[in-house]
């Protein structure tokens, strides 16, 4: 290679990031699905959060989303359930268990996937992502307006180690994000274990509730 030429990367990979095995693991271990739930991974890249959400629960029922056909192919040779399209552009469908991201940063456009994938969750399910540290500090309209959503919803805000990211090429800071949808989770399918056992066992009054009382999904189009 001649001295002073930049390495450049395909062109399908130019801003995506894949997940580090590890860090893919501790993504689905804070999204803590169960057998046969619904889950979807919005920007499937090339499946690595995908295959460690099928090692962990196999029975799963993994959807996916990828703008980039050649890594929308890789993920369906993979055995992945993935449409090529535009997710941001994408009707929201209330159906989701569980919604597990890594998004592309640029642009806050993490904020933008965030809350675009809040709007697919039924009730009482759970978004899983890895952000952009900067979500926590940045004075931007976007960013200010997104931590006020988070400290609305009660989500959970969790530091990740310097260097995570090293792995793939990148040292940008990161935090990941768990945000859990109002109302109570949908009945699991006869093999599953609830969600959430501690949390429903603790507040018996809720599940007594009438259903007018849990508005979720008009709280979830509000995002």
Not at 38 to 65: D, F, S
Not at 114 to 119: E, Y
Not at 163 to 175: C, H, R, W, Y
Request: glycine share 6%; proline share 10%; hydrophobic share 50%.
């Amino acid at each position: 290679m001649p001295q002073g030429e930049a390495v450049k990367r395909p062109e399908h990979l130019v801003g995506f990031w894949p997940t580090p095995a590890e860090w893919a693991a501790r993504l689905v271990e804070l999204a803590a699905p169960a057998p046969g739930m619904r889950v979807l991974e919005p920007q499937m890249g090339e499946a690595h959060l995908a295959r460690a959400i099928r090692e962990a629960v196999p029975t799963a029922q993994i959807e996916g989303v990828e703008i980039n056909e050649i890594r929308a192919a890789k993920c369906r040779a993979a055995g992945f359930d993935c449409t090529t399209a535009d997710f941001l552009a994408m009707t929201p469908e209330p159906r989701y268990a569980r919604v597990i991201l890594n998004p592309p940063f640029e642009d806050d456009a993490a904020i933008a996937h965030v809350r675009h994938g809040l709007r697919f969750l039924d009730a009482g399910g759970r978004l899983v992502a890895v952000m952009p540290e900067a979500v926590r500090w940045a004075g931007r309209a976007a960013v200010v307006a997104f931590r006020e959503l988070l400290a609305s919803t009660g989500a959970q805000v969790l530091d990740n180690p310097a260097g995570a990211f090293a792995s793939e090429g990148t040292n940008v800071s990161t935090v990941t994000v768990v945000i859990d949808a109002p109302g109570t989770a949908p009945a699991a399918p006869a093999q599953a274990q609830p969600a959430q056992p501690v949390a429903r066992a603790a507040e018996p009054a809720r599940a007594k509730a009438p259903a007018a009382a849990q508005p979720a999904q008009l709280s979830l189009l509000a995002f």
